[in-house]
């Protein structure tokens, strides 16, 4: 659960940094509106295991995949990257 603000003990110069951070982690908990996927070449594919039940957009394979913890899969075909 994110608090509703810095709280008191927060040092007053850094009341204003903590709270848009605290907005901006609060945004990613609970989105209004699609977000933008993450995207990178097929050489470029960062672990799978490192990104357990993440999507990537494959940018020079122009797929989506997700990440299964073991492998990145398409979404197009169901077939391993």
């Known amino acids: 659960m994110i ?9 007053p110069a850094l009341r204003p940094l903590l709270a ?7 945004a990613l908990e ?4 699609p977000m933008p996927a993450a995207a990178c070449l097929r050489a470029e594919l ?4 490192a990104w357990p039940w993440r999507m990537i957009l494959v940018r020079d394979l122009g797929v989506l995949a997700h990440s299964d913890g073991v492998r990145w899969i398409r ?3 169901g077939q391993e990257i």
């Open 75 to 77: 979404h197009d075909t």
């Open 20 to 26: 848009a951070m605290l907005d901006a982690l609060r």
């Open 46 to 49: 960062p672990p799978a295991a």
């Open 30 to 33: 609970a989105p209004s509106a």
């Open 3 to 11: 608090p509703a603000d810095p709280g008191p003990g927060a040092p």
